[in-house]
């Protein structure tokens, strides 16, 4: 059974940085469209960021322009590099395919500072 292992987030204050990783224990991310999600507490899971195997990448409004993702298939590992960063940011974030979920990993919390 694939895990993912999400990894890199903390306490930042407005306008900070985080670098989210996420690995997977098996050759996954090379060959699926992979996603950032993020929960806010009382709110669903959103998509946040996703990254196809070719390479395209697409982003929620609330994020676009601030936050990058991008993967390392040697690695098995897909990154968020996120910048800007504001207080509706904080959330959980995960990693997870865009279609037949895996298991969710523990997530990493984000927590931007006003």
């Known amino acids: 059974q694939v895990q993912l292992v999400e990894s890199g987030g903390g306490l930042v204050h407005t306008g900070g940085s985080l670098r989210l990783s996420c690995a997977a224990s098996?050759?996954?991310?090379?060959?699926?469209?992979m996603g950032w999600y993020r929960q806010a507490p009382g709110k669903q899971r959103e998509l946040v960021a996703s990254?196809?195997?070719?390479?395209?990448?697409n982003y929620a409004d609330s994020v676009k322009g601030r936050f990058t993702i991008s993967r390392d298939n040697a690695k098995n590992t897909v990154y968020l590099q996120m910048n800007s960063l504001k207080p509706e940011d904080t959330a959980v974030y995960y990693c997870?395919?865009?279609?037949?979920?895996?298991?969710w990993g523990q997530g990493t919390q984000v927590t931007v500072s006003s």
């Open positions: 098996r050759n996954i991310v090379s060959i699926n469209t």
């Open positions: 990254i196809t195997s070719g390479g395209s990448t």
């Open positions: 997870n395919r865009l279609t037949f979920f895996l298991p």
